[in-house]
């Protein structure tokens, strides 16, 4: 019997690896000097691990170590990025692109922006949550400066072309920030096959400690600049003031790291127990939608609505397995997902919706449990819906 509730939710948050908590723990007691402190070893010690860190972060995604920036994690990675070039490069345009169903970390610093006088397009998307480089091409204007689209989405998975925005991107010299905080560490992303200035990471979403993140900001080709969020000891090559959180850091190279070393095996085995999941949800079973692109998607993420089910009532009644509905930012209210709805999908059927994140530490057994505990949970529901009384008696 797997230990209760089976954690399938690994897109809100993954579990730190033992072996990342090992590498921090020295950086919490012993080695506890301030990386900024030049004149003794409690210094030297805490530099070169976030040296170090830096490296692995950079090489996770093909990037070279200048041009890495820690953060407090995604939702800094993506402010700084978006409002930091939105002031430095004003002179030039007042214009951003970006995408409908992205995450909040993105969607509300640009409505930000457009109170202060900037203009973002939101651009809708096909129904499996995609957009195409054409669709970006079109919307920028010779007073765009730069388009914003996630990597992979936070609650259906789907994959965007990033490397075909790139070229769009490069051709017409605006810069590209990508949100790569789902798909660092679970795909192959290399910064310079996809043309992108600008990307955005957090260790929770890969195995590493909350708390952290990284901004890549290009270097060459061209030199990105950004207006800072944050005034003060100009640490970060002033781009980020504030004294590194040195065992974070650190945590988030070793996660970075461990990601690099097990990806093509882990993403096969995520894959399989996410296929796994779907098949067996769907044996002999009618009433079962998946929510984003079939194959277009991460390995562990699965979105499924259940016809004829109330979404909450399906995640009360779920108590032995830790999964959300919608967003888990937005998981109190009840409005559905702006993102199923942004696919066209219908309100019932969003309200209904499950994500699952298949993640590192899940196990067969553990998606075996979650296919028998789903499918009763979703019979016993159905028989009592007055929807599907209705049905039956038709
Ligand atoms: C989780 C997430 C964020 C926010 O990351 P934090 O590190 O928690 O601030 C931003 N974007 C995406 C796509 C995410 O999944």
């Not at 000097?33 to 976030?50: C, D, L």
């Not at 969607?107 to 949550?129: A, I, M, N, T």
């Not at 003060?232 to 974070?248: F, I, K």
Request: proline content about 5%; some cysteine.
């Amino acid at each position: 019997m797997p230990q209760l509730p089976i954690y399938l939710d690994n897109n809100a948050a993954t579990r730190c690896d033992p072996r990342v908590v090992e590498a921090m723990l020295p950086f919490f007691t012993e080695a506890y000097g301030n990386a900024g402190s030049r004149h003794h070893a409690y210094g030297w010690k805490a530099a070169e691990a976030v040296d170090e860190a830096r490296q692995l972060v950079a090489d996770s995604i093909g990037a070279d170590a200048k041009e890495i920036v820690f953060t407090s994690g995604a939702t800094e990675s993506n402010n700084l990025a978006l409002k930091g070039a939105a002031v430095m490069y004003r002179r030039q345009g007042n214009h951003l692109v970006t995408v409908q169903t992205e995450h909040h970390a993105v969607l509300d610093p640009c409505r930000r922006l457009q109170r202060e006088g900037y203009e973002v397009s939101f651009l809708p998307v096909d129904r499996f949550g995609r957009v195409t480089a054409e669709q970006v091409g079109a919307a920028i204007t010779d007073k765009t400066i730069l388009v914003s689209v996630m990597a992979a989405n936070n609650e259906i998975g789907t994959l965007q072309p990033i490397a075909e925005i790139g070229r769009v991107c490069k051709v017409r010299k605006v810069l590209l920030h990508t949100d790569a905080t789902q798909a660092v560490g679970k795909i192959p992303i290399d910064v310079e096959a996809l043309q992108v200035d600008l990307l955005s990471l957090s260790g929770h979403k890969m195995y590493g400690p909350k708390g952290v993140g990284a901004l890549f900001v290009r270097r060459r080709n061209p030199h990105v600049r950004l207006e800072p969020l944050l005034d003060g000891g100009g640490h970060e090559r002033g781009l980020r003031s504030g004294t590194l959180p040195v065992p974070l850091v650190v945590g988030l190279g070793e996660a970075c790291k461990l990601c690099g070393n097990e990806m093509p095996e882990e993403a096969k085995r995520c894959r399989a127990l996410r296929d796994r999941l779907w098949q067996g949800l769907n044996e002999n079973r009618e009433g079962l939608f998946l929510n984003g692109h079939p194959e277009e998607r991460l390995p562990g993420n699965l979105n499924v609505s259940f016809a004829q089910v109330r979404g909450e009532a399906l995640l009360m009644a779920l108590k032995n397995i830790a999964v959300s509905s919608g967003s888990a930012c937005t998981s109190a209210s009840v409005e559905p997902s702006y993102v199923l709805r942004a696919l066209g999908v219908p309100d019932d059927l969003a309200h209904s919706s499950i994500r699952f994140g298949v993640g590192r530490f899940t196990t067969a057994e553990e998606i075996e449990f979650a296919i028998k505990e789903v499918t009763q949970t979703v019979q016993r529901l159905r028989l009592m819906s007055p929807d599907f009384q209705m049905t039956l008696n038709q």
